[in-house]
């Protein structure tokens, strides 16, 4: 259900005001419970900077060839300790080669990024944490099967951004709301209790600097974003790239925009770099409660389904009309044709 609580009301009267009006929320909201405490720990210990420790020392490579930072390690420690006590049979981490098994009879299966944006590790800028939250599937032949079925099975999916505030972004299902830590009293309080991602926006995010290895509709895309008022879109275009996932997401949930994370001709680039379990799923399930969409550029994202913990998926996400756009490019179409005759580079007004 939508949350109609106060702004600043604490994330627990929250979950067991969903809880009073859904009772089958009660074990994911002992989850989100587990990792907000996590979260907490987390924020504190980055809060700290440097005299936390060198949070980015650089330790073994995880299961996706990235190296683990220490930090990328000390989350997956954290939160899969508090994980342990709560209602969950199987943990597909980032930072786990498999899928970790803890409490079998448990009703509920966690994917999760415990440390997103590891790059911004060390130099002082957001990172975060991402989660989505499954039934679990008994099925002692198959350690997968959890996970194994489309992000529509989600019952609910978060982040957390450790930027200058810590915030938690969350969706049970029906709306998006956000929470920034109260760090006098260690509680997530109520910001939003309906974030709203508007249809139409003019800012992208993209890795620009892979623009040589895009496919072409994204390249056409974004050449035509670049070209303003004087191409297509006919509108100026800003561009934002934060490197975090969790930040640049939570900035197209707050004032719209588009985020690409696409595939690329590099090796191992097919289906880009972010992860489908959780990383895509997770912000997928998010956008859209905010009243966006999510594709692979063509598909949309929770109708995919994994079939190993650590696949990628391309990911497209944020303001309906920009998503769609990006999807014309993909079927071969132009978007010329809701352009005015009267501006842009070739139109009449135009000096
Ligand atoms: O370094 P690139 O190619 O710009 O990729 C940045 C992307 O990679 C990520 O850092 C991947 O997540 P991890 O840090 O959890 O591996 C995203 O947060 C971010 O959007
Ligand atoms: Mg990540
Ligand atoms: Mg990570």
């Known amino acids: 259900?939508?949350?109609?609580?106060?702004?600043?009301?604490?994330?627990?009267?929250?979950?067991?005001?969903?809880?009073?009006?859904?009772?089958?929320?009660?074990?994911?909201?002992?989850?989100?419970?587990?990792?907000?405490?996590?979260?907490?720990?987390?924020?504190?210990?980055?809060?700290?900077?440097?005299?936390?420790?060198?949070?980015?020392?650089?330790?073994?490579?995880?299961?996706?060839?990235?190296?683990?930072?220490?930090?990328?390690v000390i989350a997956h420690e954290s939160v899969?300790?508090?994980?342990?006590?709560?209602?969950?049979?199987?943990?597909?981490?980032?930072?786990?080669?498999?899928?970790?098994?803890?409490?079998?009879?448990?009703?509920?299966?966690?994917?999760?990024?415990?440390?997103?944006?590891?790059?911004?590790?060390?130099?002082?800028?957001?990172?975060?944490?991402?989660?989505g939250i499954r039934p679990s599937i008994k099925d002692p032949a198959n350690p997968l099967a959890s996970f194994t079925t489309p992000g529509t099975a989600q019952i609910a999916a978060g982040f957390v951004t450790y930027g200058p505030a810590t915030a938690l972004i969350?969706?049970?299902?029906?709306?998006?709301?956000?929470?920034?830590?109260?760090?006098?009293?260690?509680?997530?309080?109520?910001?939003?209790?309906?974030?709203?991602?508007?249809?139409?926006?003019?800012?992208?995010?993209?890795?620009?600097?892979?623009?040589?290895?895009?496919?072409?509709?994204?390249?056409?895309?974004?050449?035509?974003?670049?070209?303003?008022?004087?191409?297509?879109?006919?509108?100026?275009?800003?561009?934002?790239w934060l490197a975090s996932l969790v930040a640049d997401i939570q900035r197209v949930l707050t004032r719209g925009g588009v985020f690409l994370y696409p595939g690329d001709a590099r090796k191992n680039y097919a289906r880009g770099r972010l992860r489908l379990l959780y990383e895509v799923a997770p912000v997928a399930m998010l956008v859209e409660q905010a009243g966006g969409a999510a594709t692979d550029g063509q598909t949309r994202i929770l109708d995919l389904v994994a079939t190993g913990i650590h696949e990628r998926a391309p990911l497209v996400c944020g303001s309906t009309e920009e998503v769609d756009c990006v999807a014309t490019y993909y079927a071969g179409g132009k978007p010329d044709a809701g352009r005015s005759p009267l501006f842009g580079q070739r139109g009449l007004m135009r000096s």
């Open 170 to 240: 969350l969706t049970l299902g029906d709306g998006t709301q956000s929470y920034v830590l109260d760090r006098a009293e260690g509680v997530f309080r109520l910001t939003s209790p309906a974030m709203s991602v508007p249809a139409s926006a003019k800012e992208y995010a993209i890795n620009a600097s892979n623009a040589r290895h895009w496919d072409a509709p994204v390249k056409a895309y974004i050449e035509d974003c670049q070209r303003g008022t004087e191409g297509p879109r006919d509108k100026d275009y800003n561009m934002r």
């Open 1 to 72: 259900m939508a949350i109609s609580a106060a702004i600043g009301t604490p994330l627990e009267t929250c979950l067991a005001q969903a809880v009073e009006a859904n009772p089958a929320l009660k074990d994911a909201a002992a989850v989100i419970r587990a990792i907000a405490g996590s979260a907490v720990e987390i924020s504190a210990l980055i809060g700290r900077g440097a005299l936390g420790g060198d949070l980015a020392a650089a330790g073994d490579h995880n299961s996706d060839g990235d190296v683990q930072k220490a930090l990328d």
């Open 80 to 131: 899969t300790a508090a994980l342990q006590g709560a209602p969950v049979a199987e943990v597909a981490s980032e930072e786990a080669e498999e899928v970790m098994r803890l409490n079998p009879d448990a009703p509920l299966a966690v994917a999760i990024d415990p440390l997103d944006g590891s790059s911004n590790i060390g130099v002082n800028m957001a990172v975060g944490m991402i989660f």
